[in-house]
């Protein structure tokens, strides 16, 4: 007869009698709805109780980011600061003031392609609402012009953001759950974990192994849901996906996605998909939508002049490219 | 007060011609099981279940009713030698323990019309791994996990009860007979 | 007593015994999905936490009712999806067909996630 370890295992893990359990690495995980998206908070702990207050303090710092970040309630930080647009410059958190630098350095690297000031044009498109639809052209024209990234006032000295016209509206979107995920993952490595992931969505903070061993991560496949690009493996690095096929609508035989482009004040069309693999989740996060939005051309000229970034494109034709850094990394990589 | 020598066809002792073999065949069991659980496993998860060899001696040469007494000791001194009496442990030990004699047993009863048994101690011991994991399983379903997961284990356990209840039948089969002509032989001759 | 000798002893019901085992061995492995990368389980979650775990070998149509709103599910040929949802967008519902372990299925307006679960993780984590 055999004893099969494996079932005492699952025994013991189900059951709190035993919960020191020495075999292999203690890997935990919980899902909360935050940020408009499912988050998921992966830990390697030495036990349930730790991880437990871990995912707690966690989850509580994500609320705390979000209610900072985000544009769908008035009293936000981001909020208060678009209703003083064209008015006053609005003193803001040490945190935004330092989420928006990166967010303007990002802005500045793409030209543009990434722009925090993006809002109005979200707003009209209203992916977030149930039935959305395709604006006037006049109104994509009006609201482009409000798109500029140049325009927003950043002091640092007195803390301040400005928003130098009237009707600009900042749109973190494209940076908030990088920077989230990054600022949790720090949060549970200063506490001591030896790893573990933040996945706000597909904006991903890894550090430190699983156990022995690196983390695996997988990437969608832009055009088929079954199916996956590859896989990597990480450790101490944030990835982003930046995708067409994650929120869009369909009008008229038309697929119209979430990631606009400043430029046109419509969706991109150039690329499929853009993931990104840098140390940062922010950079990670505003990236991949910037380089989405340049297109594979300008993307990769870019990337070429970027050290430590590494990034897959799926250009619109569904061919894929790779930095060289990347080259082989890719576990079964099925473009 | 029980007789010292059992009459034949009382039930309700063991005679000492089968209490010393008996005690010696647990004794065995006992370290082989300990033994087991020290030395590293054939396979991540499986184990051969040795013990189960002494089980299907007893079981020949003395009966369902010893073999079930080699098992109850078995699992009791074990459990109090590995420190896990009344633990999770000991509760899966025991269940499988248990559960895999009385099938043996109930196998062993059988006769085809011409007299015969149809399954040897190999069959034997293929069916009581078998149940022995399946016993396992249900213990861990009712108490632990209550999740139909745990059941898509069993085409997994069924390949290593195949495994090692033919690796354990095809030891206890020699091994009984050898003991069966070894005690036949009067002592001392 | 050699191996053959012992052999001799075995029985035909011997055999038979090993030989059923062996084919329940390589018929529920198959069936159950272990030589593919699919999934064997469906674990549905709200608001993050299980509230069902439904095998993927067994068709059926199931809702779920959450405060937000109405979900139903249906298993069929080892696949799950959202067949309906009360929510507004229906982005869930468009999603279509899942079957590997590491694909999701989730319906946010109403805070249901539908995730396949095998008996080990082979992904850590996918980036969307």
Not at chain 1, 193 to 209: K, T
Request: charged share 20%; glycine share 10%.
């Amino acid at each position: 007869m055999m004893r099969p370890r494996f079932i005492l295992f699952i025994a013991l893990g189900g059951s709190l009698l035993w919960s020191g359990c020495d075999q292999g690495p203690h890997v935990v995980s919980r899902t909360q709805y935050l940020m408009g998206t499912l988050v998921t908070v992966t830990l390697v702990a030495p036990s349930e109780e730790e991880a437990a207050a871990a995912f707690e303090d966690a989850f509580q710092e994500l609320r705390r980011l979000d209610q900072m970040l985000t544009t769908f309630d008035s009293g936000s930080e981001v909020n208060r600061v678009n209703a003083a647009a064209g008015k006053r410059p609005v003193p803001v958190s040490p945190e935004l003031i330092a989420v928006m630098e990166e967010a303007l350095a990002v802005a500045r690297l793409t030209e543009g392609a990434f722009d925090p000031t993006v809002g109005p044009l979200t707003a009209l498109w209203g992916f977030e609402q149930a039935e959305p639809a395709v604006p006037a052209e006049s109104a994509i024209t009006a609201a482009r012009r409000l798109v500029n990234y140049r325009d927003v006032i950043l002091d640092r000295a007195k803390g301040t953001i400005f928003l130098k016209r009237a009707g600009m509206r900042l749109d973190l979107g494209g940076i908030g759950k990088g920077y989230a995920a990054a600022r949790v993952a720090h949060l549970l490595r200063e506490r001591g974990f030896p790893g573990g992931i933040v996945a706000a969505a597909g904006d991903l903070q890894i550090f430190g192994r699983k156990g022995d061993r690196p983390w695996r991560i997988g990437i969608q496949h832009p055009r088929d849901r079954n199916r996956l690009l590859g896989s990597l493996m990480a450790t101490d690095q944030a990835i982003s996906t930046s995708g067409d096929y994650e929120r869009y609508f369909e009008r008229g035989g038309q697929r119209y996605h979430h990631l606009l482009d400043p430029k046109t004040g419509r969706p991109a069309r150039d690329c499929q998909s853009v993931t990104v693999v840098t140390a940062e989740g922010s950079r990670a996060d505003a990236l991949a939508t910037g380089l989405f939005v340049l297109g594979p051309e300008r993307a990769k000229a870019l990337l070429r002049r970027l050290p430590g970034v590494e990034a897959i494109l799926m250009d619109a034709q569904g061919k894929a490219w790779v930095t060289p850094g990347l080259e082989g990394a890719i576990e079964g990589f099925a473009p | 007060m029980p007789s010292p020598v059992e009459s034949p066809g009382d039930a309700s002792a063991l005679s000492r011609e089968t209490l010393v073999p008996l005690a010696a065949l647990t004794a065995i069991a006992v370290v082989v099981h300990s033994a087991e659980q020290i030395l590293p496993a054939p396979l991540p998860g499986v184990r051969l279940g040795l013990a189960n060899i002494l089980t299907l001696c007893a079981l020949d040469l003395f009966g369902l009713r010893a073999a079930l007494i080699l098992t109850v000791n078995r699992v009791l001194l074990g459990s109090l030698l590995s420190g896990t009496f009344l633990g999770p442990a000991f509760l899966l030990s025991g269940a499988g323990g248990i559960a895999s004699v009385l099938a043996m047993g109930l196998l062993y009863q059988i006769r085809t019309p011409g007299g015969r048994r149809p399954f040897s101690l190999v069959g034997l011991s293929l069916t009581g791994a078998f149940v022995h994991n399946l016993a396992q399983l249900s213990v861990v379903h009712l108490l632990f996990v209550r999740h139909p997961e745990v059941f898509f284990l069993l085409p997994l356990m069924a390949g290593a009860a195949a495994a090692t209840g033919l690796f354990n039948g095809l030891v206890a089969l020699p091994l009984a007979a050898h003991l069966r002509l070894l005690l036949a032989k009067p002592v001392g001759s | 007593m050699s191996i053959r000798q012992t052999l001799k002893l075995t029985t035909g019901g011997d055999l038979v015994l090993l030989l059923a085992m062996v084919a329940l061995t390589v018929g529920g492995l198959w069936s159950l999905g272990w030589s593919s990368p699919h999934g064997a389980l469906a674990v549905i979650e709200v608001e993050g936490s299980p509230r069902e775990h439904l095998s993927l070998r067994v068709d059926r149509v199931l809702s779920i009712h959450t405060e937000r709103g109405t979900n139903i599910v249906e298993i069929r040929d080892g696949r799950i999806r959202m067949v309906d949802a009360s929510c507004p967008n229906r982005v869930c519902v468009t999603q279509g067909w899942i079957r590997h372990r590491w694909e999701e299925i989730v319906c946010l307006p109403h805070r249901v996630t539908i995730r396949i679960r095998g008996l080990e993780e082979e992904y850590d984590a996918i980036t969307r």
